[in-house]
């Protein structure tokens, strides 16, 4: 992998760009295995950059077992791209401070579906095959200025009690409570990614544009996965500062974060 990420570097940083995007596309689950990539052409007119390099990003997914360039019927996604390992830390005081600001923000609603739920979804809040969820991609705004790009992910029986009108005005944490839902714990990443042209028109940034990766699971008091939020912020309006205590006896003192303020927000 770094070996073929190195290449592809020499060989322009516009193909690294196309590579990096697709590849979390696929790791995602936003382009699930079976589906079917548009021609060169298209791909070249949707990230703006020329055939070339589409085909030099596209040698690289298909070097990795990504996909699948079939001559005559077109490029089709055959895996996820493995998870690399993480180091992980417990993000758990950042929640009140989420809520907090969820109703300090506005929200602009984009699109609003009910699909199968796709397969990281459905694996992370631990669906049966073929449940359906309720998809809703939002902006979020400080000051009239997008700084949070929001996908969430509520089974159906859930989301029936939402509205789309809901879904812009009211942060997804209230409309769940509002449902009966009773939150108990969830867990949280945060880790980077890479602005798609959809996001990047969104935000307001360049195709491309590092952006910070925040993915949150909610269960509620029996175990149940209720929501799922893939959210990605413009790093020069979100910012997370945590304080460190030092605590424990001699021996064997650790650190302990402090709820601190917080520029920026989630749901």
Not at 121 to 138: E, F, I, K, T, W
């Given at each position: 992998m770094?070996l073929?990420?190195?290449?592809i570097?020499?060989e322009?940083g516009?193909a ?6 697709l ?7 936003d382009?699930p295995p079976?589906?079917v990539?548009p ?11 020329s ?40 993000f ?5 401070q989420?809520?907090?600001m969820?109703?300090?923000t ?5 699109s609003y ?6 397969a ?14 309720q998809?809703?991609v939002?902006?979020?705004l ?7 790009h ?7 029986d859930i ?5 789309e ?12 409570e509002?449902?009966?839902?009773q ?5 949280q ?12 028109e ?5 195709v491309?544009a590092a ?9 509620d ?19 997370l ?8 006896k001699a ?17």
């Amino acid at each position: 992998m770094a070996l073929q990420t190195a290449r592809i570097s020499a060989e322009g940083g516009k193909a690294q760009r196309v590579y990096l995007l697709l590849r979390d596309e696929i790791t995602r689950g936003d382009l699930p295995p079976g589906a079917v990539l548009p021609g060169e052409l298209r791909l070249a007119d949707h990230y703006g950059v020329s055939r070339v390099t589409i085909r030099r990003a596209l040698d690289v997914l298909a070097q990795e077992g990504l996909i699948d360039r079939r001559a005559g019927s077109g490029t089709v996604v055959t895996g996820a791209a493995p998870q690399r390992a993480a180091i992980a830390a417990d993000f758990a005081t950042l929640m009140p401070q989420l809520v907090q600001m969820g109703q300090q923000t506005t929200a602009r609603l984009l699109s609003y579906a009910y699909i199968p739920a796709p397969a990281p979804v459905s694996d992370a809040l631990r669906l049966a095959d073929g449940v359906r969820v309720q998809r809703a991609v939002r902006v979020r705004l400080m000051d009239s200025a997008p700084f949070s790009h929001l996908t969430t992910h509520v089974p159906d029986d859930i989301a029936q009690d939402f509205s789309e009108t809901d879904l812009a005005g009211t942060p997804l944490f209230r409309l769940l409570e509002r449902a009966g839902v009773q939150v108990d714990h969830a867990t949280q990443s945060i880790s980077a990614s890479l602005a798609t042209p959809d996001v990047a028109e969104a935000l307001e940034v360049a195709v491309g544009a590092a952006l910070i990766s925040l993915t949150r699971v909610v269960f509620d008091a029996t175990g149940r996965g209720v929501e799922h939020l893939a959210a990605l912020y413009r790093p020069d309006r979100f910012r997370l500062d945590m304080v460190l205590n030092r605590v424990g006896k001699a021996g064997a003192r650790q650190w302990e974060p402090v709820l601190v303020p917080m520029t920026g927000a989630a749901e």
